[in-house]
């Protein structure tokens, strides 16, 4: 394994045309889990110029039910699509809020796909698809997260604070960041590039105006990445020139196309499927959550320094095909016995689709704060976020006993 070496890692803002997408299907999403936490949920959303569509299948009680929507359900849909868009802040001719299009081409979900995914008699409730998911920890950080991503999101974070708290009142909602960190040893040492690529109001792109901007951005990488990193980073502010057209307008949108941002910046293997717009009976989510629950508890525990976990499914299957566990030869254990030590771990459920959603409590409304910023590396705060538990820790010091 390279000690020495780059590498990089992207994010984007909850402004991102994909990212607004991303909330507007997690807020679909938790929209139906409040009505029914037994819903079934694939919502995909398309944003451009003036535009919002939504498209997918759907099953919930009380809402939309034997091929028909409930009365006001459409309504609240629509409110709930423009209300996010107006917690984001757009708010412009191109895109705002209050008069763009909106379409809503949900229906009712292929009852093929429920016979093999709902629990009947003897059988218990299915994946709801095929496939493989990763998930992955690191000591690099306190969140232990990848730390090139780890700062990616925190530059915007804090951008997005200060936009809407008036503190930068030039920023507009469509912001990227990119870090790239020297490793040596196999630990970051020196950021040799940040890049930032903010929306700006009018007039920012040049003067007095301009020099303003790059110094605010300048200032919340120096608040974010530690000083010690910040030795001969070369900085790229903007490097367009202009960025006043952003968003949907300046770039269609669409659920789904940031997945590596939402999940460890390219550090980790990606098994291809995107998270919002989901109910959790779907294993793209809910077994990433799981791999990612496991991956932190194990370095949390110190039975390594880093790990990477896949699972996979069959669709309509309930147990999972395969556990992988691999960390990367810094393991105290053999990796062999991790994966014995998690399949033992009864309240674990097996990682059966429900075994995940149960431990996890992931029935819930809880989705919508995770589209934007990472799904990964948040702060376990009550419902939210309960992949980021390490509470597990013992339970593998026990097993592994």
Same mark, same amino acid.
């Given at each position: 394994m390279r000690a020495n070496y780059l590498f990089t890692s992207e994010s984007v803002s909850e402004g991102h045309p994909d990212k607004v997408?991303?909330?507007?299907?997690?807020?679909?999403?938790?929209?139906?889990?409040?009505?029914?936490?037994?819903?079934?949920?694939?919502?995909?959303?398309?944003?451009?110029?003036?535009?919002?569509?939504?498209?997918?299948?759907?099953?919930?009680?009380?809402?939309?039910e034997n091929g028909a929507w409930a009365e006001g359900a459409e309504a609240e849909i629509e409110a709930t699509v423009r209300r996010t868009v107006k917690e984001i802040g757009y708010a412009q001719d191109g895109f705002h809020w209050e008069t763009f299009r909106f379409e809503n081409n949900l229906h009712g979900q292929s009852a093929h796909i429920a016979q093999g995914v709902d629990a009947s008699g003897n059988k218990d409730e299915g994946a709801g698809d095929q496939?493989?998911?990763?998930?992955?920890?690191?000591?690099?950080?306190?969140?232990?997260?990848?730390?090139?991503?780890?700062?990616?999101?925190?530059i915007l974070e804090r951008m997005?604070?200060?936009?809407?708290?008036?503190?930068?009142?030039f920023l507009e909602p469509d912001t990227k960041s990119q870090v790239t960190l020297r490793y040596e040893g196999s630990l970051p040492v020196a950021a040799t590039a940040v890049v930032v690529s903010t929306q700006h109001a009018a007039g920012y792109d040049a003067g007095e105006k301009e020099a303003e901007l790059h110094a605010y951005v300048r200032k919340v990488i120096a608040d974010v990445i530690p000083p010690v990193l910040l030795r001969d980073t070369v900085y790229h502010i903007n490097p367009t020139g202009s960025f006043e057209i952003g968003g949907p307008d300046g770039d269609a949108g669409l659920t789904g196309r940031k997945i590596i941002v939402d999940t460890y910046g390219g550090a980790a293997p990606h098994g291809g499927g995107a998270f919002s717009g989901k109910d959790p009976t779907k294993v793209d989510r809910s077994a990433a959550y799981i791999t990612r629950y496991l991956a932190k508890n194990i370095v949390a525990a110190g039975l390594a320094t880093r790990c990477t976990i896949q699972l996979a499914y069959a669709i309509g299957v309930s147990k999972p095909l395969s556990l992988y566990?691999?960390?990367?030869?810094?393991?105290?254990?053999?990796?062999?016995?991790?994966? =014995?030590?998690i399949m033992n771990i009864e309240k674990l459920g097996g990682l059966t689709p429900r075994?995940? !959603? *149960?431990? #996890?409590?992931?029935?819930?409304?809880?989705?919508?704060?995770?589209? =934007?910023?990472?799904?990964?590396?948040?702060?376990?705060?009550?419902?939210?976020?309960?992949?980021? !538990? *390490?509470? #597990?820790?013992?339970?593998?010091?026990?097993?592994l006993a």
């Open positions: 997408s991303d909330q507007i299907s997690d807020a679909i999403v938790d929209l139906f889990l409040t009505k029914d936490p037994e819903a079934r949920i694939a919502c995909e959303t398309l944003t451009t110029t003036q535009l919002v569509v939504l498209a997918g299948e759907i099953r919930c009680k009380g809402v939309y496939g493989i998911m990763f998930g992955y920890a690191t000591d690099e950080t306190p969140d232990l997260m990848p730390a090139t991503l780890y700062y990616s999101h925190k997005a604070a200060d936009r809407h708290s008036g503190a930068a009142p566990v691999d960390t990367h030869e810094t393991g105290t254990v053999g990796d062999d016995q991790i994966e =014995a030590a075994g995940i !959603r *149960t431990h #996890l409590g992931l029935n819930k409304p809880i989705y919508r704060k995770t589209a =934007a910023y990472g799904h990964f590396g948040r702060k376990p705060e009550g419902d939210y976020f309960p992949w980021e !538990r *390490t509470d #597990l820790v013992e339970d593998l010091k026990a097993a």
